[in-house]
């Protein structure tokens, strides 16, 4: 045991003797306030090689595509200094920001991250094409939030990025938000050329409806400070979602009896629309329940304004049929063309949404 501890401490000794080790002068850097009109802010992060041996940096990866690294291919010798070069691409950016460098070295420590933060201020062109609506003097990307498919007692979350650009910080809340969803925004005060995040949740388990759903919050926005300069403002955000069965809960029989929507089309087609006459033209799709449980119609979705859907049954027993009356209002088809669609939804396990196609051509 004790010839074993000898070599132990004896290789100890060899890995320890001309080590390299290099001592980094700084790992983070703030570069703050940026105007993207300026272009590329380039710093630079220094090393010693405090070891007896060469240390060779093997690479330096970017945390993001804003980031660009340049390091020494060759050995550094004991002694000398490193320069790890990083270049920040402020282009597109708007903003607070912090990203990393990770430097990967042959010697202690073997991997170093060099943090590199800042704000950039944007150019109004940037600032329109992110943030193009306004609340005041605050702007946030989108004005809807489309969830797309929800599970029945699922929850799903997006956000909405705010965006203050004003020279005074700004506050804002939200009012009248249904109670299916939480809206919680990640500070109440944006400062200045500054970012805030509203998170925002869906609780498909607090919401009676199936198929799709739609619903509004207000979004107020003032300035901390009032007579700053800056505008007070509200807005009405969109959220749709469409909220489906959990079909992954039923059991074996549930299944084996579920209802089915068989359509007697897979579209609609209207024949010379006069787009100078303002009294609707009406066709009819009939829906056959195959299956055995009730088959529900949970609602019918027409894609744009020129089309109506009227006198649909909500419930269809096995083997019955029910119509759908599909109108369009031929004075606001706006293409020469008409292509557009519905959407069915249902407790049909297979299908619980489905398209129906909505076409014609325009008298000449």
């Known amino acids: 045991m ?4 000898f070599l132990i401490f004896i290789m100890s000794l060899s890995t320890a003797v001309g080590a390299g080790k290099l001592s980094w002068l700084g790992t983070s850097c703030d570069l703050g306030e940026i105007l993207e009109s300026n272009g590329k802010v380039l710093y630079a992060f220094r090393a010693v090689n ?19 690294s340049d390091y020494p291919r060759q050995a550094i010798e004991p ?3 490193a320069v ?31 943090r590199i933060k800042g704000k950039v201020i944007g150019l109004e062109m940037t600032i329109n094409e992110q943030y193009p609506i306004a609340i005041g003097s605050l702007r946030i990307n989108a004005g809807s ?17 705010v965006y203050n650009s004003s020279n005074c910080p700004m506050k804002y809340y ?6 299916w969803l939480k809206v919680r925004p990640s500070k109440t005060v944006v400062e200045p050329q500054s970012v805030g995040i509203i998170s925002i949740e869906l609780d498909a388990g607090k919401c009676n409806e199936r198929g799709y759903i739609e619903g509004t919050f207000d979004m107020f926005a003032e300035p901390v400070k009032h007579g700053a300069g800056a505008l007070a403002g509200i807005k009405k955000i969109d959220v749709m979602a469409v909220i489906e069965d959990d079909f992954s809960a039923w059991s074996k029989d549930e299944i084996k009896n579920a209802p089915k929507m068989q359509l007697d089309a897979d579209r609609i087609v209207f024949a010379d629309i006069d787009v100078h006459s303002s009294v609707p033209v009406t066709q009819r799709l009939s829906i056959i329940n195959r299956g055995i449980m009730p088959l529900k119609i949970y609602g ?42 519905i959407m069915i939804y249902s407790n049909d396990p297979q299908s619980p949404s489905v398209l129906v196609r909505i076409v014609g051509n325009i008298k000449p």
């Open 79 to 81: 002694g000398d200094t």
């Open 145 to 161: 939030v489309p969830f797309g498919k929800v599970v029945e007692g699922d929850k799903s979350r997006a956000t909405i990025e």
């Open 174 to 179: 939200v009012r009248n938000v249904p109670r």
């Open 2 to 5: 004790r010839v074993l501890a």
């Open 50 to 68: 405090l070891g007896d041996s060469p240390v060779v940096i093997l690479r330096a990866r970017p945390s993001c595509g804003c980031l660009v």
């Open 84 to 114: 790890v070069n990083v270049i920040f691409n402020p282009t597109g950016y708007i903003g607070e920001f912090v990203n990393f460098v990770t430097v990967t070295t042959d010697a202690a420590p073997h991997r170093t991250e060099l």
């Open 300 to 341: 019918v979705r027409q894609a744009e304004d020129c089309i109506e859907v009227q006198n649909f049954k909500n419930e269809i027993e096995q083997g019955d049929t029910a119509n759908i009356d599909v109108a369009i209002f031929p004075d606001k088809v706006k293409d020469k063309i008409l292509n557009t669609s």
